[in-house]
């Protein structure tokens, strides 16, 4: 008791005295940016907006007089930061040029797209969606922030969290699926893992929530088009994955390409400065994407350079990527007095602000460590995080007579396809500093798990892409060539099982790779067939950055495995799943549909006047296609099973303030351990603006043993059902609800509640 005492006045002077310093060190940051602003010259804030890309060699003299200009205006403290410089190398010498030529002395930040990895490639954002584990999310996070850290960079252009239901769209390969509420959980996870709890640490580094807004929902799925959304989606769909990284505290937004609704995003200030930095009151800072802002000219928004320069700014967009607008523009907008120089103020204090609160003041070359360098990158212990992340990626999608795991009946394998061997796709399209052709490939994977006595023989059967692949150009599949068939089909025929690797090219998808076919692209459907045909024992591996066509496969072959392109460990984890050394527990993030005719597809869409599922003539569907998903949003079979048991709710209403209790029991029933993603959803059914017929509302991944059984509970209160309404606000609104809950969006039970 005496103790208790004690204690707690100290604990109260403890808060005193720490929350001060913190508003001491808070207050003492924002005085150091505001004397710092005090300093610099019109030039000088204005280089501070200015981001250029290293395509130069920053150890060697620049060779052209573009770069020239680049590295002069270095050199003269005219630039505030650099992407694509890697290396510590590099970026120290970046630095050097910097900081021993500046007047300031102010700090450069070097900047990089560390999408899925850094040297140590983890899964493609999609894939690792599929895992809807947050904390292994976080972790492939941290890692990739250690090892950029420990090669020059302070800022990754990470986390995308676009939602998108647009298989079509190349980059929907680098988001976490058609759903906002897992798209915001799956953002702030990566946030907190590259951030840290304080971005001053070594190993800390800047998240940016990009794209900012409405990228992922482009027409057609063609890269950087259109969009025309109206403000209840834009709030209701887009949004929300942005508001909790901005309230997870993320240090950067991007915004993006796309017009919205007529006004390019870039150029956009309902989106920058109403609500981010407006209701939001984000404090970080606004970069462009890649020239976005000179793009404002090409939209037909702007009429030149000093228009574009004018829009981006009065919008929100505080640093120009490799535009070259604000460099050539805001000296004579602020002169001629058409730019407040506040704008111009307040955009540099948010750049400040980001350099100081990683520390860069205090050490420059604070991420410039080589034997660090040395240490960290592709470590053994990052490589098992790696095969971690793997593993929980991988969805198996179909599994007749439970054909997987491979029993130990069989004595050989034909492992046959152009992905096979693979060691390159893995690594996917944004693969940061990745060695090519350095990820482990599925046959090598397999050889490594199989038992010893299972014979395992490889036919390519055929190419899948030919010539020269790289992110920066087209690359060509290979449409013809099919002499490699007849060895495959030799192979397979005389094997117990064929394990069939198919699926893309990781230049199929990521940035501009949006296609019309979302099918098997070259002779890879004629392989399958010739395959099957031979032997219909096939396991279909596939690996892909997006949802596909898989009608056909779905109907013959007996076992199909979503895999994506799973980075450095691939081939590792694809041969514990195959050998049942791992039990397969992933579940998608986005629909995958019968054909592209329906795209966009998702879970979480509307009723129509004329009702979904009725099989009239006049109901909202196609005469020739089914309307709903081949595999739906949450689908993924396990090696067990899982029994659920009946919704119980602890209270049928709720008002404001209150919550209900909603639990489930689930069983596994199986043989064998495994995870299980048990999901909740909701639908508000009548709505000041018409809401989806269902929406994600909670989940939990829970571990069964054999006949294990486990209660899981979720909680539903007013937070849990607002919207965005049609007072335009965030409220709830009173009347029934329908619960859902079950192993995936489309297969699940509901009982009712009522908010009043
Ligand atoms: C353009 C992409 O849209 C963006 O996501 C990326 O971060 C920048 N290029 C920088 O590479």
Redesign the pocket.
Known sequence: MIKKIIKKPLIILGVIICSNTLLAQKKSTEEKIDSLLSLMTLEEKIGQMVQY?ASWDVTGPANDSYNQNKLDNLKNGLVGSM??VTGVKNTREAQRLNMENSRLKIPLLF???V?HGYKTIFPVPLGESASWDLEIMELTARVAARESAASGIGWT??P?IDVSRDARWG?IM?GSGEDPYLTSLIGVAKIKGYQGDDLSHPTSIAA?A??FAG?GFAESGKDYNTVNIGIHELNNSILPPFKAASEAGVATF?N??NELDGIPATANSYLQRDLLKGEWNFQGLMVS??GSIAELINHGYAKDKFQAGELALKAGSDMD??GAIYENSLKELVQNKVIDIKLVDDAVKRILRVKFQLGLFDDPYKYCDEELEKNELYSSENQEVALDAAKKSIVLLKNDKQILPISGDVKSIAVIGPLADDKDSPLGNWRGQAVPNSAVSVLEGIKNHAPKSVKIRYAKGADLSIGERSFLKPMTINQTDTSGFEKAINLAEKSDLVILVVGEDAYQSG?ARSQTDIGFAGVQNELIEAIYKANPNVVMVLMNGRPMDLTWSDQHIPAILETWLLGSQHGNAVGEVLFGKYNPSGKLTASFPRNVGQLPLYYNYKQTGRGNEIPDVTYASYRDSKRDALYPFGFGLSYTEFEYGKIKLSQEKFSKGESIQISIDVKNTGKVKGEEVVQMYLQDLFGSVTRPIKELKGFEKITLNPGETKTVTFKIDEKTIEFFTANQKWEAEKGEFKIYIGTNSRDLQNTSCFYQ
């Open positions: 890309s992407l694509n900047a990089y797209d999408i252009f990470s995308m980059r680098e940016c990009k794209h990228y991007m993006s390409f994407d890649w990527m490799e940035e």
